[in-house]
């Protein structure tokens, strides 16, 4: 059974920094693309950022380019994202994702990933 456990929101001040953790279970790590999503009070989840060790690729959505870093570590099992200079409209539920299917090269991990976590709530305050 995948599963996929967020780890590490919280209330930080804008500017500030979090870094977010997934730990992932019941699959072969290596086989599958990992990324997080968003989703802010109100509005549709959004992709955030993805990593692949299918290909070694990695994506950004353009809000994030520049402030968030997205790595893995293929023996802990475990995808971070880092954030940095954090806005309130960063304020959502972080969800990590997975999939065998998509690679991070093109926009197919945006509308396709087959497996979710429960999420973990960031909340920026100005």
């Known amino acids: 059974e995948v599963q996929l456990v967020e780890s590490g929101g919280g209330l930080v001040q804008a500017g500030g920094s979090l870094r977010l953790s997934c730990a992932a279970s019941?699959?072969?790590?290596?086989?599958?693309?990992i990324g997080w999503f968003r989703q802010a009070p109100g509005k549709e989840r959004e992709g955030v950022a993805c990593?692949?060790?299918?290909?070694?690729?990695?994506d950004y959505v353009d809000f994030v380019k520049g402030r968030f870093t997205i790595s893995s570590d293929n023996v802990k099992n475990t995808v971070y994202l880092q954030m940095n200079s954090l806005k309130p409209e960063d304020t959502a539920v972080y969800y990590c994702?997975?999939?065998?299917?998509?690679?991070?090269?093109?926009?197919?991990?945006?509308?396709?990933?087959?497996?979710w976590g429960k999420g973990t709530l960031v909340t920026v305050s100005s």
């Open positions: 990593i692949s060790s299918k290909d070694g690729s990695t």
């Open positions: 994702v997975a999939d065998p299917d998509y690679t991070c090269s093109g926009v197919g991990w945006l509308d396709g990933m087959d497996y």
């Open positions: 019941g699959f072969t790590f290596e086989r599958y693309t």
